[in-house]
């Protein structure tokens, strides 16, 4: 899971909420020393910038300690050069170490690419829920 799907999940509720409910109790969630820098600076950052309340911010915070501490850790060995976005390949490099099979994102730059050198399906959190 991407960090914008659990934003959405522990800010905002809805369908990403849901999806990371599914994640928990179908799937193996993976982390990354990188992912994880990006999930405790997303929040602070947020909050700074007026996108979430300062209770958004704790809902995010205690959100993301439990992905956390539900995920594995893998520590890719390989840079990838594969999104048009340099800062989301991070969470594809997670993935290709992890060997997952899927990535729940509402990311398009994560979303639109076409081929990927690894197995890997990459969905939004809805297509998730519904699958």
């Known amino acids: 899971m991407d960090t914008g799907v659990l934003v ?3 800010a905002f509720g809805g369908v990403p ?4 409910i599914k994640a928990f109790r179908e799937s ?3 982390v990354s020393p990188e992912v994880l820098q990006e999930y ?10 007026g996108k979430i309340t300062h209770d958004q911010m704790q809902a995010l915070i ?5 992905v956390v501490a ?9 840079k990838l050069s594969l999104c048009r976005d340099p800062e989301d ?6 993935c290709h170490a992890a060997k997952a099979s899927m990535l729940i994102t509402g990311d398009r730059d994560l979303l639109e690419i076409a081929d ?6 990459i969905i939004t959190a809805q297509a998730f829920v519904e699958d």
């Open 70 to 78: 539900h995920a594995k850790i893998v520590y890719p060995l390989e």
């Open 62 to 66: 205690a959100g993301i300690a439990a």
């Open 28 to 30: 193996d969630i993976y």
């Open 17 to 20: 909420a849901k999806a990371v």
């Open 89 to 94: 390949n991070m969470v594809l490099e997670c």
């Open 40 to 49: 405790r600076e997303t929040p602070l950052k947020l909050e700074e910038r």
């Open 8 to 10: 959405s999940a522990f």
């Open 116 to 121: 990927l050198p690894f197995e890997l399906r």
